[in-house]
Antibody, heavy 119, light 111 residues
């Protein structure tokens, strides 16, 4: 069974760094793109970017370019989303999802990681 | 911001048919396939329709999708209480080196 399991909820202060993870199982991790999606409280879905773990090719949404870093460690089948300096506006639920082809759909999705940034 | 426009809400009584529209442009829906996602309250989104009108295994045939030009639609026939959720359309956009765009989302309420 294809499954994505994300790391647990985080509570951080503004200015702190953070790296959340998405561990894949049940398929060849290096053969599929993985994407990250943000959902702010009470709001819709926003595509942040994708990574191809096979060669670490990464594409960012212009809205998130420079704000976050997407990476992957193929030795442990895990993708990451990282912030160098968090802001209160980064508080949101973050989902990872497998992309079936370079321009295909996202399925399945991880359960989500809630990030709260507050002083 | 979302470039695919959906109505904020839709509703129906059990057994009714509900339709959700998704309006885009030539760079997204007009040139790429449309996917639909269902997000039940407090849960992660789930793929509902892919490639405009294909249902993944396990999705009831009450759900159907269609596309015409730069617009798409999701129809729910025989509405059930468990269909109460947020629904998002999505498509790849050929502008800016390719990015995935979601619709604004539609909250479906079963009356």
């Amino acid at each position: 069974e294809v499954e994505l399991v994300q790391s647990g909820a985080e509570v951080k202060k503004p200015g702190e760094s953070l790296k959340i993870s998405c561990k894949a199982s049940g398929y060849s991790f290096i053969s599929y793109w993985i994407g990250w999606v943000r959902q702010m409280p009470g709001k819709g879905l926003e595509w942040m970017g994708i990574i191809y773990p096979g060669d670490s090719d990464t594409i960012y949404s212009p809205s998130f370019q420079g704000q976050v870093t997407i990476s992957a460690d193929k030795s442990i089948s895990t993708a990451y989303l990282q912030w160098r300096s968090l802001k209160a506006s980064d508080s949101a639920m973050y989902y990872c999802a497998r992309q079936n082809t370079r321009e295909g759909w996202f399925d399945p999705w991880g359960q989500g990681t809630l990030v709260t940034v507050s002083s | 911001q979302s470039v695919l426009t959906q109505p904020p809400s839709a509703s129906g009584t059990p057994g009714q048919r509900v339709t959700i529209s998704c309006s885009g442009s030539s760079s997204n829906i007009g040139s790429n396939t449309v996917n639909w996602y269902q997000q039940l309250p407090g849960t992660a989104p789930k793929l509902l329709i892919y490639n405009n009108n294909q249902r993944p295994s396990g999705v009831p045939d009450r759900f159907s999708g269609s596309k015409s030009g730069t617009s798409a639609s999701l129809a729910i026939s025989g509405l059930q209480s468990e269909d109460e959720a947020d629904y998002y359309c999505a498509a790849w956009d050929d502008s800016l080196n390719g990015l995935y765009v979601f619709g604004t989302g539609t909250k479906v309420t079963v009356l």
